[in-house]
């Protein structure tokens, strides 16, 4: 796997080693000692989700203020532009957000850490998300920022106006989210 930085240096592209012919193509998706050893996390996931959207939705930013997530995440059919935000108010990169392309095509996965906000955006006619996450979803710790916040200003990439879930049209403006410490 080549692991690439960005501009947040703990979220990270994991591009695989894609071995492919005309039959079609191979790659090991995970491997934790690999993981472990490129990147310098050491981490155990407990839970892997999956989503289907269609073209225009919009899900996030969505984080955890307890039993906080670190994710692995890649998409397996279509494309989507990933977006993480980092909520630690003790971090040096407090603030910014990193926004990077996903797609069946590429292979790329993305980790981000615990102590981010994440969210996506579907490209193309509908996309099937995976993530792999390091603690279990807890409902009653999940917050919600608005995608649209003009603090964060983030470029979705989109062409016309998102579709939202009900979660998502009420998040909080990122002036008044409950951030980590």
């Not at 998706?29 to 073209?55: L, P, W």
């Not at 670190?70 to 003790?90: N, W």
């Not at 193309?124 to 999940?142: I, Q, R």
């Amino acid at each position: 796997m080549n692991i690439i930085p960005t501009a947040i240096p703990d979220v990270l592209i994991i591009e695989p080693k894609v071995f492919g012919d005309s039959r079609g193509f191979f790659f090991e998706v995970f491997n934790a000692r690999e993981f472990a050893r490129q990147t310098g996390v050491a981490t155990t996931f407990v839970q892997d989700n999956q989503s289907r959207s269609i073209k225009g939705v919009l899900r996030g930013l969505h984080y955890q203020v307890e039993n906080t997530q670190g994710k692995l995440v890649r998409v397996v059919q279509g494309e989507i532009r990933d977006v993480a935000v980092d909520v630690r108010k003790s971090s040096p990169t407090f603030g910014q957000w990193v926004a990077v392309q996903l797609s069946a095509n590429n292979h790329r996965q993305l980790w981000i850490p615990p102590g981010f906000a994440h969210g996506f955006a579907v490209l193309s006619d509908a996309a099937e998300f995976l993530y792999k996450t390091t603690d279990y979803y807890n409902p009653v710790a999940e917050r919600c920022i608005r995608w649209d916040d003009p603090d964060l200003a983030i470029d979705w990439g989109l062409e016309q106006p998102p579709l939202l879930s009900d979660k998502d049209k009420v998040g909080s403006s990122w002036a008044k989210a409950e951030l980590l410490p």
